[in-house]
């Protein structure tokens, strides 16, 4: 008896203890009623999608880090939501990876992860359908979801069609809502215009494109878009609805100064100090702004432009930068300004107005400027006697041409002439550079110049981000 006994007990061992890497992956699947929210199972990628593949389903892949913030209230507080596991468990096999770690790491690459959290959403091939970035509350999370996997709503699809030229007015609207969910913001503006130029006045203001005009990703307060919704409130409000329209305004700043203005504009009203004015009220529309500048400026004779009334035209970066009709007549008229406004006033706006130019340059947010526009502001400061400007161009053509000697030799001369703002905002492009594209002892003969910069710097702030860098140059 105790023989028998003994086999049995064997034998049901034998059953429980399998070689690694044996067990189903049916085995891993938490039972039906151990959460209440998304069940996520602890699976690889590949058996996740093998997983989908056998039960007709969709693959949700949670991309996450340990450090991100909205990563954690989607785990914690939308996820364990009961209606989330009624919406995700009978559509998807889901998943969770940390993309600094293990498995995470190169599904990070596959996918180009690079923000978080993301969710993607895959076919059970492992073919990306689409994707959603960013948190949000579970209703709104569940329709950008259900929008995203949505028949002929897949990326792929879309963006081919959109390619092919006739894509509908409607879906190139959904079009747009599913790029700005998976936060392909430079196509989102791109699509945007070209719809908007198809769209009538009417089609604008009616309920169906609202959600386009609701956004402010899609339509931002600088797009000449948001100023059509300004402009047109009325009919906006009457399609859908005053409170709707006031929750997409809130916080904006100025809305009743804008208003009154452009209604009074629209009346017909080209009285000089109301153009400055308007323009002011316009601070949200640059190119909007800028064209009533235009419009004051030529308005106005040579006594009433160096009057201190209209020295906002020149000050003030909104209407005016390098290259401009206004600042080169600011610079050819340099003595009539001192007159009017002060020596030191007119010469700190000259160098900030260079200064900006070149600091949009080196970040890279200036696309347009060639180095035939350096050379062209380097004749410029020197017809104007403003030698104390040309170090810091010869800095930004040596960066554009990407030459690390040749930029080297002009941190040494425009380094010394930096104050906290210049240096906090192109330092770490101009070592960064330096130090992957210079050989090993010239990064030596840097040191000391980031050095130097760090002594003088004034605030705490570029202290300590310039000595981060400092170590990586030795």
């Keep these: 008896m105790k023989r028998l006994l003994f086999i049995v007990l064997v034998a049901c061992a034998a059953c429980t203890i399998l070689p690694a890497g044996a067990r189903d992956i049916h085995s891993r699947q938490p039972s039906p009623d151990s959460t209440r929210g998304i069940r996520f199972l602890p699976l690889s990628l590949d058996e996740a999608t093998r997983l989908a593949g056998e039960q007709d389903k969709l693959v949700f892949v949670d991309c996450y880090t340990s450090w991100c913030g909205p990563c954690k209230q989607m785990a914690n507080v939308v996820f364990p939501r009961e209606e989330a596991g009624d919406f995700f468990n009978p559509r998807f096999v889901s998943v969770k ?59 792929a699809t879309l963006a081919a069609e959109h390619a092919g030229g006739k ?73 859908v609805g005053k409170e709707e329209v006031a929750r997409r305004l809130k916080g904006f700043r100025g809305l009743d100064e804008y208003l009154a203005s452009a209604r009074s504009y629209r009346e017909g009203n080209r009285e000089k100090r109301f153009l400055l004015d308007h323009a002011q009220a316009l601070y949200f529309s640059r190119d909007k702004s800028r064209e009533i500048a235009d419009e004051l400026f030529r308005a106005l004779d040579d006594n009433e432009r160096v009057d201190t009334t209209y020295w906002p035209l020149f000050h003030l970066l909104a209407f005016n930068e390098w290259g401009m009709e206004r600042f080169d007549y600011l610079l050819e008229h340099r003595e009539a300004f001192y007159r ?98 210079l050989p090993g002892e010239q990064r030596e003969e840097f040191s000391p110049l980031l050095s130097g910069l760090i002594t003088s710097a004034r605030s705490d702030v570029l202290k300590r981000t310039l000595a981060r860098l400092l170590p990586d140059t030795l």
């Design 340 to 437: 009017t406004r002060g020596q030191q006033a007119v010469d700190q706006t000259i160098r900030h107005t260079h200064v900006y130019k070149l600091m949009m340059i080196i970040k890279g947010y200036d696309k347009s400027a060639t180095v035939e526009d350096l050379d062209r502001m380097s004749r410029q400061v020197a017809a104007h006697d403003l030698p104390a400007l040309e170090p810091l161009i010869a800095m930004t053509r040596a960066y554009a041409r990407r030459d690390p000697r040749e930029l080297l030799d002009a941190c040494r001369e425009a380094f010394p002439l930096f104050d906290d703002n210049l240096a906090l905002n192109v330092a770490p492009t101009l070592v960064v550079f330096l130090r992957e594209n």
């Design 97 to 155: 990876f940390d993309m600094e770690r293990g498995e995470g790491k190169e599904i990070a690459t596959r996918y180009a992860v690079d923000v978080y959290p993301t969710f993607l959403l895959l076919a059970a091939d492992g073919q990306e359908i689409n994707r959603v970035i960013g948190s949000a509350p579970l209703e709104s999370f569940i329709e950008k979801v259900a929008a995203a996997i949505a028949p002929r709503n897949d990326m």
């Design 167 to 239: 894509m509908s007015k409607e879906r190139t609207r959904d079009f747009i809502l599913r790029l700005r969910d998976a936060y392909r913001d430079s196509l989102v503006a791109v699509v945007t215009d070209e719809l908007m130029r198809r769209l009538d006045e009417q089609e604008k203001c009616s309920p169906g494109y609202w959600p386009l005009f609701r956004d402010a990703r899609i339509v931002p307060v600088s797009s000449p878009h948001f100023l059509f919704l300004l402009d047109n409130l009325a009919a906006f409000e009457q399609a």
